[in-house]
């Protein structure tokens, strides 16, 4: 079992930025693609953005959609997600994930996921 390690969680205020980050506990393993979900209280698991593994094409939620981006490091199995002009209904905990293979990509039931990051954004 792979284990996904996210940080750089926060606090912000609405309009600043945040970075987060995600590393695989190996060097190595099968995926086609990592992304990000995110879930607030109450409220069911949710796509945010994924990337694909072999050639970077990058999805996106229309909600995050100009304001996010998604990115990786294909040699360090490590993605990130650098997101701007933060609004408060950003405020979730934002979990990592890595697919076996690119079908379903936006659907939350992804091979292996993180432990959440939690994201507060203020008003």
């Known amino acids: 079992q792979v284990q996904l390690v996210e940080s750089g969680g926060g606090s912000v205020q609405a309009g600043g930025s945040l970075r987060l980050s995600c590393a695989a506990s190996?060097?190595?393993?099968?995926?086609?693609?990592m992304g990000w979900f995110r879930q607030a209280p109450g409220k069911e698991r949710k796509f945010v953005a994924a990337?694909?593994?072999?050639?970077?094409?990058?999805y996106y939620a229309d909600s995050v959609k100009g304001r996010f981006t998604i990115s990786r490091d294909n040699a360090k199995n490590t993605e990130y997600l650098q997101m701007n002009s933060l609004k408060p209904e950003d405020t979730a905990v934002y979990y990592c994930?890595?697919?076996?293979?690119?079908?379903?990509?936006?659907?939350?039931?992804?091979?292996?996921w993180g432990q959440g990051t939690q994201v507060t954004v203020s008003s």
């Open positions: 994930a890595a697919r076996k293979y690119l079908v379903r990509i936006a659907t939350p039931d992804y091979d292996y």
């Open positions: 190996t060097r190595t393993f099968s995926k086609a693609a």
């Open positions: 990337i694909s593994w072999s050639d970077g094409t990058t």
